[in-house]
Structures are given as structure tokens and as C-alpha cells.
């Protein structure tokens, strides 16, 4: 048995979900306690209990202390089988976080996978937006030979959600290692603009042209699309992800999502500075996509590099999560500025 104090590290619900998901894969029984412990709420949360549920639905597992608000849990994985399966929030609990959990089993599944997500948050504060996972997460995982797609039926916002989307993904046999060692130079700047039921305000123009307003006057532009959505009546909202890729291949995303009293111009100029310090640092990942490949980098066989502009505590964790389960070996270290991080041996 694995067991992993939920404390250590940045003591969130990272832990958790990481551990679950490499759980499931090595097919190795974890227990782990302090779920969440330094957070306001410890424990489980619905989105965290959902995501467990459904990892155990994927793998067969026999779970013990999945309750609300639970702080130890015991997860005993089987083999994972492949097929449709259904997962429900219930709360504007984020849908990419679950999406995070699961995606790393369905990989090692014997069959596809295809999850339906409902009740559930799209674009939510403290994760990545749908958008960021659709147009940067995923298509850097197809250059390690994994087959996955997010198709978006419902877009959902904090306080209601109500989202809904689906997640298919082929099993993949083997990983291929990543290695973004180079930014090169800038190729494209592109991105989304979303909101629903707010056309009449022209939310996802405005929001766009205030994001190329600021990244012209830094001598870039971007090739927005406008997305006036209306699946979601029961609640409004908004969002906006920005991309750049370089002739190296080097991939940085930034979002930012609408909220009352924020107003439509300051989304996109958030959304336009985090991506601008993502470029001028010259990085090859950014700082949210540097801890998210780590899992599917350790499974790769063979070395993998990229370089990100901070070492947060997300990457800590998930490299710890990383070589306590797979017995791989992480290196990072400072080069020119840049965290340069390195899956060894």
C-alpha cells in the first residue's frame, strides 16, 4: 500500500487527484490522509469526490471514506476497463480538474474511454479554463501520441455551473517522451472569447479587442475567435484564453475568466499580461502547463525537457507524486532564468 499525507507539499487537492490517477495506473491499493489540509475547507469537496468516484468507476476500485468532507481515504484499483461511463459535479466544481484526474487512466485503458460530464463548472476560478484544455493542454499531449478530444456542450460559471462536456480518449500503448528544449521565435498568438447569454453586452468582442489592444502596444496581435454562446440559460458568464506557439514548438497558454463587477476590458487585459510574462520569459511551457505534463511525462519512456518560468508548487508536488509512484527521476534546476525540468533515467 501506498500512503501519501496530503499535507506535504502545497497540501491541496492536487494530491489527491495525482494520486489517484497514478493509483489506478500502477494498480497499486493507496491510502492517503490530510486531504486538503491546507486549504479553508479540508477534505473533500463534491469536485473531489466525483473525481474519485468516477477514477474508481474507470479502474474497478474498491474505495473506502468517500464522503463529503472526508479527510482519509482508501482506494484499491483493479484493471482499467474502457467504455462510457458518467460523471455529475452537482456544484460549479471544475470539469477540467476532473477531466485532469481521469485522463492520465483512460490512457491505460483497454478500450476507449468516453466520460460525460454534467453539472459541472467550465470556466471557474483556481483552474484551468475548458478553452486552455481544448487549445493548449491537449494538442501538446497528441505530440506524446495520445488521442484525446473535450468537446464543450454546456459552458457553466460560478455560482449555478451547469456545464456539461464530454471527454474521449484512445488507449495509447506507449508514451513518447516531450522534449521542448528551445522558444525559437514567435510563429502565432491566437485565442478564444466566450460568453453566454451576454451577446447583447458584446462580452466576448469586448473582451477580445481590450486582450489586442494590450498585445499590440507590446508589437504582437492576436487572432481571436468570438464565441456568442447560448447553451447555458441558467447561467451567464465569460472567458478568455489566449495561446502563442514558436517554430520550436514551444507552447504557452493564459486565461481569464468574467465575474461580477469585473468588467468585460479587464478579463482580456489579464488574460493578454499573463500571457505576455509567459513570452518574454521565453519559456517552452507555461507555468500551469509545466506541472500538468508532469504525470504524463514520467509514464513516457525516455528523457523529456521543457523549460518554465517559475517553479510553483504544483510542479513540486506533482514531481514528488511522480517519483514516490513510478520510481522515475525528476531534475530541476535554475538555467538563465528559466526552471529547466528534466525527466531522467
Given at each position: 500500500m501506498i500512503e501519501i499525507d496530503g499535507s506535504q507539499k502545497s497540501g491541496s487537492g492536487t494530491i489527491l487527484r495525482l494520486s489517484v490517477a497514478l493509483a489506478s495506473i500502477v494498480g497499486e491499493q493507496l491510502h492517503i490522509f490530510n486531504i486538503r489540509h491546507n486549504r479553508p475547507q479540508p477534505g473533500l469537496r463534491p469536485q473531489h469526490l466525483e473525481a474519485v468516484l468516477t477514477a474508481a468507476r474507470l479502474c474497478d476500485a474498491e474505495v473506502k471514506g468517500a464522503v463529503l468532507n472526508s479527510r482519509e481515504l482508501w482506494f484499491k484499483p483493479k484493471r482499467v476497463k474502457g467504455g462510457r461511463f458518467e460523471a455529475e459535479i452537482g456544484t460549479a466544481g471544475s470539469i477540467p480538474m476532473l477531466i485532469m484526474t481521469v485522463l492520465p487512466i483512460c490512457i491505460f485503458a483497454e478500450n476507449t474511454v468516453?466520460?460525460?460530464?454534467?453539472?459541472?463548472?467550465?470556466?471557474?476560478?483556481?483552474?484551468?479554463?475548458?478553452?486552455?484544455?481544448?487549445?493548449?493542454?491537449?494538442?501538446?499531449?497528441?505530440?506524446?501520441?495520445?488521442?484525446?478530444?473535450?468537446?464543450?456542450?454546456?459552458?457553466?460559471?460560478?455560482?449555478?455551473?451547469?456545464?456539461?462536456?464530454?471527454?474521449?480518449?484512445?488507449?495509447?500503448?506507449?508514451?513518447?517522451?516531450?522534449?521542448?528544449?528551445?522558444?525559437?521565435?514567435?510563429?502565432?498568438?491566437?485565442?478564444?472569447?466566450?460568453?453566454?447569454?451576454?451577446?447583447?453586452?458584446?462580452?466576448?468582442?469586448?473582451?477580445?479587442?481590450?486582450?489586442?489592444?494590450?498585445?499590440?502596444?507590446?508589437?504582437?496581435?492576436?487572432?481571436?475567435?468570438?464565441?456568442?454562446?447560448?447553451?447555458?440559460?441558467?447561467?451567464?458568464?465569460?472567458?478568455?484564453?489566449?495561446?502563442?506557439?514558436?517554430?520550436?514548438?514551444?507552447?504557452?497558454?493564459?486565461?481569464?475568466?468574467?465575474?461580477?463587477?469585473?468588467?468585460?476590458?479587464?478579463?482580456?487585459?489579464?488574460?493578454?499580461?499573463?500571457?505576455?510574462?509567459?513570452?518574454?520569459?521565453?519559456?517552452?511551457?507555461?507555468?500551469h502547463l509545466a506541472d500538468m505534463l508532469v504525470p504524463y511525462v514520467a509514464l513516457a519512456k525516455g528523457y523529456s525537457i521543457y523549460y518554465a518560468r517559475e517553479l510553483s508548487d504544483h510542479l513540486e508536488t506533482n514531481i514528488w507524486l511522480a517519483e514516490i509512484f513510478l520510481g522515475v527521476k525528476f531534475k530541476v534546476e535554475k538555467v538563465n532564468g528559466l526552471f529547466k525540468v528534466e525527466r531522467v533515467g
Open positions: 468516453q466520460l460525460h460530464i454534467s453539472k459541472g463548472g467550465t470556466d471557474v476560478s483556481h483552474s484551468p479554463t475548458i478553452n486552455y484544455m481544448r487549445n493548449v493542454f491537449i494538442p501538446v499531449l497528441r505530440r506524446m501520441g495520445i488521442n484525446a478530444a473535450i468537446t464543450v456542450h454546456k459552458y457553466g460559471y460560478y455560482p449555478k455551473g451547469m456545464g456539461e462536456a464530454t471527454l474521449v480518449v484512445e488507449p495509447c500503448k506507449e508514451l513518447k517522451p516531450l522534449r521542448m528544449e528551445e522558444f525559437g521565435k514567435l510563429k502565432s498568438v491566437k485565442g478564444v472569447s466566450v460568453c453566454t447569454f451576454l451577446a447583447d453586452r458584446r462580452v466576448a468582442e469586448r473582451q477580445a479587442e481590450a486582450a489586442n489592444n494590450y498585445l499590440r502596444g507590446k508589437g504582437l496581435t492576436a487572432d481571436i475567435q468570438i464565441v456568442n454562446d447560448r447553451s447555458n440559460p441558467l447561467q451567464k458568464g465569460s472567458s478568455l484564453v489566449l495561446w502563442a506557439e514558436t517554430d520550436k514548438g514551444a507552447v504557452l497558454g493564459a486565461d481569464a475568466i468574467g465575474e461580477l463587477g469585473k468588467t468585460s476590458e479587464a478579463v482580456g487585459v489579464e488574460a493578454a499580461e499573463k500571457l505576455y510574462r509567459e513570452i518574454s520569459s521565453k519559456a517552452t511551457v507555461d507555468v
